[in-house]
C-alpha cells in the first residue's frame, strides 16, 4: 500500500500571500469612503512613473522570496534541499514578500486618504493670491 500523503503547509504559504494582495488590491480600487472622495481608479492616474517601478520590482521580489519560503518550508527542488527548513526563516520570508508586494500600495492608500493630495500627480486647484 502506498503511504497517505501529509497536508503540505508550503503550498498553503505559498497561495495565501498572493491572494490577499489581489483581494486589497479589488478593494482599493473598488472602494470610495465619502462621496467627493478619489476611487482607488483615480488615485492610480495621479501616480508617478515610479509608483509602478516600485510596484513591479515589489511583484519581483516578492515572489521570490514567496519561491524561496515554498522552497524552504517543502524542502523539494535543488535549492530546497540546499535551505534548512527552518519554519522562522520561512517566516521571515513571508514577511520580506509581503512588505515588497504590499509596500507601493500603502503609498497608493495614503493618497487616495488624502484625497489626492499627497499624490504627486495633483494639482492644486485653487487660485492663487
Do not use: H
Amino acid at each position: 500500500m502506498s503511504e497517505a500523503k501529509k497536508f503540505n503547509s508550503a503550498w498553503l504559504l505559498a497561495f495565501a500571500v498572493p491572494i490577499i494582495l489581489i483581494i486589497g488590491i479589488a478593494v482599493f480600487l473598488g472602494s470610495k469612503d465619502c462621496d467627493t472622495c478619489l476611487t482607488g481608479w483615480d488615485t492610480l492616474k495621479l501616480e508617478w512613473p515610479s509608483f509602478w517601478t516600485w510596484a513591479v520590482i515589489g511583484i519581483i521580489i516578492g515572489v521570490i522570496a514567496l519561491y524561496l519560503a515554498y522552497a524552504n518550508e517543502s524542502g523539494s527542488g535543488a535549492v530546497g534541499r540546499k535551505m534548512n527548513g527552518s519554519t522562522g526563516f520561512t517566516i521571515f520570508l513571508l514577511l520580506i514578500a509581503i512588505a515588497f508586494m504590499a509596500g507601493p500600495w500603502g503609498k497608493a492608500c495614503t493618497d487616495k486618504a488624502n484625497q489626492g493630495v499627497t499624490a504627486p500627480g495633483y494639482k492644486n486647484e485653487q487660485p492663487a493670491k
